[in-house]
């Protein structure tokens, strides 16, 4: 399976990643080592040394550098054999590890993986809701194995809340909603709107709304390739017009580790004004939907995966309703990037 590989990818959180330790992760395929140099920068080089291709992350930090456990070899941030602890100590020209430019915005630590000529952090999408200076921000990861298309479908198309999630997500309004599908260039939008919803008791207190009012409640995505996006979700009284007040802005940030299983980071915040109340509040909402995303999106998604084993999603000729339009529309946007990139060498 093709991935794009000029754009940037998630690759950790940054609290995942200390000073004190090496991190490894397979993204697009590919095992990645992630450390912090003496700046506190860090860096990502492919996890296996070139000598007899040991894993790098069970060496040590030696300064800047990494130096492999099983001959003491050491690498820095840039990939380079800098110390050769053998013989005359000759560092051999072709002693070099390939190094990926890295990124931290946003609570994230984003990744290129192609051409490093082209890695633009400008390129980054905003998910500036997840500073911590400005939001509280809450913020979870799991592993699906999925491929992460079809994470990107089950984000943008969320008519499935009414029945995967009917007790904390959903409602029996969900699948009436209004939707409207707009697209800025390669961003593309999925607006869900639902009138005259009773929600589940979990979403009332999250919303800050009292107990069984009936509310109008909106639910838009934001994609951006290859699969990150963003979800603003509120709620009023029904007729009310609707404001930012009590918005809930949220991450879902996906990463292929192979064609069949995903990396997949999840956050919720509010704004800091909000005070001591909205620090509890973003608490209760990431432990709020972590259970239903683990309990009941995994599984559904896993079962998919299974069900379609190897075969492509095309070649299935899935058929297809009014609510799938977004998801179809951000499939077709990422194959003909994918297509793009290839067909430009």
């Known amino acids: 399976m093709p991935y794009l590989k000029n754009t940037w990818y998630v690759a950790a959180w940054d609290h995942e990643v200390s000073s004190s330790n090496l991190f490894h992760r397979i993204l697009l395929g590919e095992s990645i080592l992630l450390f912090r140099d003496s700046k506190n920068t860090v860096q990502a080089i492919i996890n296996r040394c070139v000598h007899r291709f040991a894993p790098l992350h069970m060496g040590q930090r030696v300064g800047d550098n990494v130096q492999c456990r099983y001959h003491g070899l050491e690498f820095n941030g840039r990939g380079q054999c800098v110390h050769n602890p053998h013989g005359d100590g000759a560092i051999p020209k072709a002693a070099v590890v390939r190094s990926f430019p890295v990124h931290e915005r946003h609570s994230a630590i984003w990744i290129w993986m192609g051409d490093p000529a082209l890695a633009n952090p400008d390129l980054i999408p905003d998910f500036s809701f997840n500073d911590p200076e400005a939001n509280f921000v809450g913020k979870r990861y799991l592993l699906a194995k999925a491929n992460y298309l079809l994470e990107t479908d089950n984000i943008m198309d969320l008519s499935h809340i009414q029945y995967l999630h009917p007790g904390s997500l959903g409602s029996d309004n969900v699948a009436t909603a209004t939707i409207e599908l707009k697209q800025d ?161």
């Not at 919803?197 to 009332?204: K, M, R, S």
């Not at 009310?240 to 292929?256: M, V």
């Not at 069949?260 to 004004?273: D, E, I």
């Not at 939907?289 to 899935?318: C, H, I, R, Y």
């Open 185 to 345: 260039g390669d961003t593309i939008w999925s607006n869900r709107l639902v009138h005259g919803e009773i929600l589940p008791d979990f979403l009332y207190r999250a919303f800050g709304l009292p107990q069984g009012a009936v509310v109008d409640r909106w639910i838009d995505v934001r994609w951006n390739a290859p699969a990150n996006m963003a979800l603003f979700t509120g709620a009023v009284a029904t007729g009310t017009p609707r404001g930012k007040t009590g918005e809930i802005s949220a991450a879902h940030l996906f990463t292929p580790e192979s064609e069949t299983t995903t990396h997949y980071w999840f956050s919720v915040a509010l704004p800091r004004q909000t005070g001591e109340a909205g620090a509890e509040l973003v608490e209760f909402n990431i432990c709020g939907v972590t259970g239903p995303f683990t309990n009941e999106d995994l599984p559904m998604l896993e079962a998919q995966q299974q069900s379609m084993g190897n075969t492509d999603f095309w070649a299935m000729k899935p058929v297809l309703l009014p609510s799938d339009a977004p998801a179809i529309r951000a499939r077709r946007a990422i194959d003909r990037m994918i297509a793009d990139e290839q067909s430009a060498g």
